[in-house]
């Protein structure tokens, strides 16, 4: 019996229907086509995966099949590495061609996407590409980047009109399993749900009204909840395009009224692209330091002080609010994210290593080609960038001076006044007793000497920019990740 002949879609962190040119592409073609995505056992059980990531994905898959079955286009979800789907669609079907986006992902998927590559070529099966976003693959250095983001990013949005297609018939022997299914569509009105619809949500009510104080509050773990974009889990995995949130938000009607707010948040999405691009060109930021003079750097790595961080447990209430709020909600504003990696890799004295990954877990909005590059710049190994050591007393007092936001994720000092919510091991005795809360027991002893551990970070730290190694891998990184002056002329 003659096999069918068809085209794929793959996708990966591009779960969208709208500005999306592999399925332009593939609709534009005279064959019938599917759209594939795989949950990869492979790449699941690495340790920067999580159940949320999993969640999120499923419900954005879920609506986007939903939308596309008027038109008699399957989606076909797959719990298997993606090499055994494709070897067994190559067996079943006459598979002509593959479109995707390209992925700046981590090592194991760069590795995959080599090995499916090999395997469609010996098939004689084509496989494009296309850009993403703003990210350019195989530049040798950032000379005339910008000028490329901002054309990329004033192109119009395709408009993807599907066609109804023949019917193709697929048996997915790799189908979700029922307690998979159920394990994946539980919803927690914690975390922010997945799907393009959700994605349009929050970013039209940030640009019709919750994004008029973004410049004020981005900085306040209270106020940034609702001030901020929140588009981020979207834009990590595809729900919405880079190129949709910029060109929505800078053609609004209210942009005008609120330049400083909207131009704030459309820098940011050029920022998206920047690290992402540092990623791609290396992606070794994963497990290597970016300057690696810094890979010599010892570090006391204590195991307590680890767990301590983990949990929210460190005796550090602005501390131990903001990691209780990534755990139970997937979402914290960035200056708060800085702190965690801050506090970590220099007071704590711990190797940024010990903590991305499990960052990278919580995080609802994982996006490796940020997430890695971020990481390093707080942890002050990039060797370029200015060292910023975050006090976490000094901002608990800036950014939370009431305590409301330490309150809500730290039950046992909501009874604790103002005065002494940044700093309770500070009460006395007696103020103890009166608010009923034992340093050390109730609440946790902070589990560090604050002053005397930065004093330390700070010594080691800057001391070691004066390496050799990491004088002369300053200038590999600048001559590769930053931009000639010439350059940012446009």
Not at 66 to 79: F, Q, R, T, Y
Not at 240 to 264: E, V
Not at 306 to 331: Q, S, Y
Request: proline content about 4%; glycine content about 6%.
């Amino acid at each position: 019996m003659e096999k069918k002949e068809l085209n794929i879609v793959w996708l990966k962190r591009d779960i969208r229907i709208q500005d999306h040119i592999p399925f332009h592409s593939a609709n534009e073609s005279s064959l019938p086509f599917i759209a594939l995505y795989c949950f990869e056992p492979t790449l699941i059980s690495q340790p920067d995966i999580s159940e949320r990531h999993l969640r999120f994905v499923y419900q954005s898959l879920s609506e986007i099949r939903d939308s596309l079955a008027k038109h008699n286009i399957p989606v076909v979800i797959c719990w298997e590495d993606a090499e055994t789907v494709f070897r067994w669609f190559l067996h079943e079907f006459r598979v002509n061609h593959v479109f995707s986006h390209e992925e700046s992902g981590t090592q194991i998927t760069w590795d995959r996407d080599k090995r499916v590559k090999q395997l469609l070529y010996h098939n004689g099966v084509s496989w494009t590409e296309y850009q993403q976003n703003g990210v350019i693959r195989g530049i040798k250095n950032r000379d005339g980047w910008d000028k490329a983001w901002f054309t990329t990013m004033s192109d119009p949005i395709i408009k993807n009109q599907y066609k109804y297609q023949q019917d193709i018939g697929i048996s997915n022997p790799f189908e979700i399993s029922h307690d998979q299914k159920n394990q994946l569509s539980g919803q927690s009105k914690e975390f922010q749900p997945g799907g393009e619809k959700k994605a349009w949500a929050y970013l039209e009510s940030f640009t019709k009204e919750r994004g008029f104080n973004y410049h004020k509050y981005i900085s306040k773990p209270s106020e940034s909840r609702t001030s901020c974009g929140r588009i981020s889990p979207y834009l990590a995995w595809g729900n919405i395009s880079i190129k949709q949130a910029y060109q929505h938000i800078k053609n609004h009607p209210n942009y005008s009224t609120n330049k400083r707010a909207f131009s704030g948040i459309t820098t940011r999405l050029k920022w998206h692209c920047h690290f992402i691009q540092k990623f791609e060109v290396e992606c070794s930021y994963e497990t290597i330091c970016v300057n690696r003079g810094y890979e010599s750097l010892d570090y006391s790595n204590n195991p307590q002080l680890l767990e301590a961080w983990k949990t929210g447990n460190t005796g550090f209430p602005l501390v131990d609010a903001c990691m209780r709020c990534l755990i139970h909600t997937g979402w914290i504003n960035f200056r708060m994210r800085a702190m965690l990696v801050s506090v970590l890799c220099h007071h704590f004295d711990h190797s940024w290593k010990n903590g991305a990954h499990y960052l990278a877990s919580l995080f609802l909005d994982y996006e490796p080609g940020i997430h890695y590059p971020q990481f390093q710049m707080q942890a002050g190994t990039t060797g370029i960038n200015t060292i910023r050591m975050y006090n976490p007393v000094k901002q608990s007092k800036d950014h939370d001076p009431a305590g409301e936001f330490i309150k809500k994720w730290v039950s046992e000092l909501r009874d604790i006044p103002a005065e002494f919510i940044h700093e309770p091991w500070l009460m006395t005795s007696l103020e103890q007793e009166l608010y009923r809360l034992r340093i050390g027991k109730d609440y946790p002893e902070p589990v560090v000497d604050l002053a005397e551990a930065g004093k330390k970070a700070r010594a080691k730290i800057w001391g070691h920019r004066r390496n050799e190694k990491v004088q002369e891998e300053k200038q590999r990184i600048l001559k590769t990740q930053t931009r000639s002056q010439s350059s940012n002329k446009t």
